[in-house]
């Protein structure tokens, strides 16, 4: 019997849309196990303080059970207190699998988890299956590799726990399955009298200037490092004109500078889902995808073919921006009459 | 204060890259290889300390003969000595693999600070320099955009990214494992006399055996993970790509938008 656990991410006792994708892709491997024949489930952690509602709405998906390490001293994510929790009670329980959303939070603690946990580390899947190579039953995982230009399959060998977090939108949410009864949320003693205090939290600072709200737009014109720099961004910003569009980057350009952070698409910035996102010399670095894949209609322009924005984009022309851009204003123009 | 940085030399992703004959991995003959960004903008943030407090970087890293390279460059923007793990058993690894054989090599001396990359831009594990603070019992700090050393160098005040444009602010006692965000700075490039100087400084090399660890817990065979292949991700849902000269391809993409995705 394979034993699932998934551990997910509550943000002010709320459960962000990814944590749901973990619990769906938890809910997915319970069913892929050989010798599971669908019948043992995944179980759920939560870790926090003052997180009932969260638990609550976990017991409603399909689950043999719900922990919930309810604890003051887990009110500020740290992690020496999630590590503190969470490797005692892996050592104790074995698992075999542990699955976490892939976030900047997970990747703070998770790998150090598995080393103190003695556990194997799985980070950023897009997707499993069963390895077609092997009669045993066992699991091909994909992950992204070279900035998503690839991908690679791997196979998890030796004995124990492996740790997985699953990335931003691999496992719909809308496959969660919800239980016939709701489970009663079961409460994990959280014993941190020996944890070492190894992160005083001082406080929390919103990045300077985050003001323009993206997630409003309807049309987004998106600039990446290809643009070559800021007295370049002209021609981007007459498209943007032309569309009713407001003007957004990914993090390289931010970081050159050469728009405020305010503008910043992906993991460190806004997530959008307009009807119209035009990348302009984006490659597509995972990164800047989790913030904009949602988008109805996306239009990639780079001057690289295989620059991985045009495996999310659902329309793509391969040429140079600079020449692109002020012919597709000059034909939107036209259009629009 | 001494500090060791880890860097990682990692394919450059701009480069075309072709699959290996074995299908695990990607041809290495041609294919140019750069320091991982991340681990740039870490070794800047090391000479920068090592600067105001008078200290010295020592850089490691671990891989294949072309790593030297990187350590060569490493040297000559301002790193004292270097460290290979150069051995063919140290190659393959997953984080924990590599975490451990980096945390066994740094272990070696004394240092106040270790600074890492937040994430390869190849295997993109993200945990390697947590692992390593785990196996030398230090707090660490994931994707680090600020240090500031307080009470005579025995704390940093370390300000880490979250998401949604958030930053989290820590104090953290010393020594410690930095996982740096790129950002952080802005990496200095090496001089002549750099790149003169770096000649004669020392690249020790170093064995398993020399960090005291088995060659069966180290690389692939100490991994958990075992590739079986990589591939480019299969096309077909992504794009359709407009042909033809600019005018051609443009007035192509505005006709979809208005009559297929009828958003124009």
């Known amino acids: ?337 | 204060m001494r500090i060791a940085v880890c860097i990682k030399q990692v394919p450059n992703t701009e480069a075309r890259l072709r699959v290996s004959r074995d299908g695990k991995w990607l041809e290495e003959e041609d294919l140019p290889f750069v320091t991982n960004e991340n681990d740039s903008y870490a070794l800047e943030e090391g000479l920068k300390l090592a600067e105001k407090t008078g200290g010295e970087v020592v850089v490691f890293s671990l891989g294949p003969e072309r790593v030297k390279d990187a350590l060569l460059k490493a040297l000559a923007v301002g790193a004292a000595r270097a460290v290979h793990l150069a051995d063919s058993a140290f190659v393959g690894g997953d984080a924990l693999a590599t975490g451990r054989a980096l945390a066994a090599a740094v272990q070696r001396e004394s240092f106040d600070l270790v600074l890492t990359g937040s994430q390869s831009d190849d295997l993109r594990f993200g945990g390697t320099g947590s692992i390593l603070a785990g196996h030398l019992g230090w707090p660490h700090v994931w994707l680090v955009m600020g240090v500031e050393l307080e009470e005579g160098n025995r704390s940093a005040k370390v300000t880490r990214e979250m998401e949604s444009g958030v930053n989290e602010i820590s104090r953290i006692p010393l020594p410690a494992v930095l996982e740096i965000q790129a950002g952080i700075n802005h990496p200095r490039y090496a001089s002549l006399k750099g790149i003169m100087a770096a000649k004669k400084k020392e690249i020790t090399r170093v064995t398993p055996a020399d960090l005291g660890l088995d060659a069966a817990q180290v690389g692939a065979a100490g991994s958990r993970l075992e590739v079986v292949s990589v591939s480019f991700p299969e096309s077909g849902a992504g794009a359709q790509i407009l042909e033809g000269d600019v005018k051609t391809a443009v007035a192509a993409l505005v006709d979809k938008l208005r009559k297929e995705a009828r958003v124009l």
């Open chain 1, 1 to 337: 019997m394979a034993k699932i656990w998934v551990v997910v991410q509550q943000r002010e006792g709320q459960l962000p849309r990814i944590s749901w994708e973990a619990v769906a892709a938890a809910q997915k491997l319970a069913a892929s196990l050989p010798g599971n024949n669908g019948s043992e489930k995944a179980e759920a952690i939560v870790l926090g303080s003052g997180i009932g509602l969260a638990a609550a709405e976990l017991a409603k998906a399909d689950l043999a059970a719900v922990h919930v390490a309810d604890h003051d001293a887990l009110r500020a994510y740290t992690p020496g207190g999630y590590i503190g929790v969470l490797a005692p009670a892996i050592r104790a329980a074995k698992p075999d699998y542990v699955v976490f959303p892939h976030t900047y939070q997970t990747v703070d603690y998770v790998p150090r988890l598995a080393q103190e946990a003695g556990a194997g580390l799985l980070p950023e899947v897009t997707g499993f299956a069963v390895d077609s190579e092997k009669t045993d039953g066992g699991l091909l995982w994909t992950r992204p590799i070279l900035g998503g230009k690839l991908q690679s399959k791997v196979r998890v060998k030796g004995e124990g726990t492996v740790l997985v977090s699953v990335q931003s939108g691999a496992f719909s949410a809308d496959s969660l399955v919800k239980g016939d009864a709701q489970v009663d949320p079961q409460p994990i003693a959280v014993d941190l009298a020996g944890v070492k205090p190894d992160r005083e939290i001082l406080g929390y600072e919103e990045v300077a200037g985050e003001k323009v709200d993206l997630t409003k737009a309807d049309y987004i014109v998106a600039v990446g490092r290809g643009v070559g720099g800021a007295d370049k961004m002209g021609p981007l910003e007459e498209l943007a004109k032309a569309l009713g569009a407001e003007i957004a980057a990914s993090r390289p350009v931010i970081d050159n500078g050469w728009l405020p952070r305010d503008r910043q698409i992906g993991s460190s910035g806004q997530t959008v889902a307009p009807r119209v996102y035009i990348a302009a010399g984006i490659s597509g670095a995972i990164q800047h995808l989790v913030g904009m894949k949602g988008s109805s209609v996306i239009v990639a322009i780079n001057k690289d073919a295989g620059a991985p924005i045009f495996n999310v984009a659902h329309y793509g022309i391969v040429g140079d921006l600079h020449e692109v851009v002020p012919a597709l204003t000059e034909a939107i123009r036209a259009a629009k009459g």
